[in-house]
Each structure stands twice: as C-alpha cells, then as structure tokens.
C-alpha cells in the first residue's frame, strides 16, 4: 500500500492539487505496475493532505487511451469524486508533462501543487519543472515491492541519461517554441504570502 507523508497540521495549508505524472500502460486501458503505483499514491496523497484536486497527466504513448484516462478511471474506482479530477491528455513525455500540466497550473492559479512521480524519476522531473519556472512539492512513490537492487540501478542510470538530455535541450532553447504555443501569454501564479518570489 503507499505511504504518503503524514496528514497535516491544522495550520498548515493544503495542496491545491496533487499532479501525478503517467506511466505506460500494460494493454489498452489497463494500467502498467508504475502507472497503478503512481496512481494509488497520489490519491492516498490527496487524502493524507486534503488536497482539492487531482491532476493526472499523461497522453497516447501506445494504443489509446491516453494514460491520463487510464488513471481517472482508476481514481474513480478507488472512491475519488469525478469532479475533483482534472485529466491533461496530451503529454508524451517528462517535458511535454510540465507544460501541459503547466498550463492548467497557471490557469487555475494554483500555488500548492504536489507532485507524484517515481523515485528515480524525480531528479529529471524537478529540473524540468524548475526550469519552466513551475513551483512543485514531490511526494516519491516507493520503489517497486521485490524489484532488484540492479534493476533499480538501471531506473536510475537511464533517467541520468535522460537528464543529461533533457539539461542540452533546455540549454540550445529547444522548449521555447512548444512552451510559447501552449502556455501564450499565461502568467504564472503569484506566490504565498511570505514565501519567496
């Protein structure tokens, strides 16, 4: 069972999402092992904090459905209310999953925005956020139950491959243009009273 962090004091504010990135699926709508992961923790985050919205994030990678439906049926199943989850059905990848999710972020205003990755993929999804200027928290989900210390090393040295990748893309401006036609002229969301700018 996941293991989110736990609920929070009385005096601190909740979430405003909770955004958990897609995974691929095992047949066309059946969620895969990371996918169902990342899933059943998000939600088990939304409660522990009570956050007011899921965000799942995920396109068509293979067959349809896009992961993102995948997960919204998983949530309703699991007992979440259809009108607390939003569904970013475009995302192909790490990138494309911050500015589509980006997008809804600032236009919902949001400033509390957690988000729900696997561990060995939250290095190159803290870079890519914080790199388009996206303030997120992180909650990990937990390695896999009996996956092997070598199979968890090949996770993370594929992922520093792919974060390598992603540091020259950001480098040459290869995500100017996608980040101009889908984010226009959207601004992001003011900051917390007493937070940082």
């Known amino acids: 069972m996941p293991q989110p962090r736990p609920p929070l004091s009385p005096d601190a504010a909740a979430p405003d999402a909770v955004l958990v990135l897609g995974a691929a699926t095992a047949a066309p709508g059946v969620p895969g092992p990371a996918l169902r992961r990342r899933l059943e923790h998000g939600c088990a985050v939304l409660r522990a904090r009570g956050a007011r919205y899921l965000l799942v994030s995920g396109g068509i990678v293979g067959p349809p459905p896009a992961e993102a439906e995948v997960m919204r049926d998983m949530a309703v199943a699991l007992g979440l209310d259809p009108a607390r989850i939003i ?3 475009q995302a192909r990848n790490t990138f494309e ?11 919902h205003g949001w400033r509390r925005v957690v988000l729900v990755t696997d561990r060995f993929h939250q290095p190159r999804a803290r870079y890519v956020f914080a790199r388009l200027g996206l303030a997120v928290t992180f909650d990990a989900v937990p390695p896999e139950p009996g996956a092997s210390r070598l199979t968890q090393l090949r996770s993370r040295f594929d992922e520093g491959l792919r974060l390598a990748r992603s540091v020259v893309l950001f480098a040459i401006g290869a995500h100017k243009p996608v980040v ?18």
């Open 97 to 107: 999953n911050a500015v589509y999710a980006g997008r809804i972020i600032r236009q």
């Open 87 to 89: 569904v970013e059905d």
């Open 180 to 197: 101009s036609r889908v984010w226009g002229d959207l601004q992001p969301p003011p900051p917390d009273i007493g937070q940082a700018p």
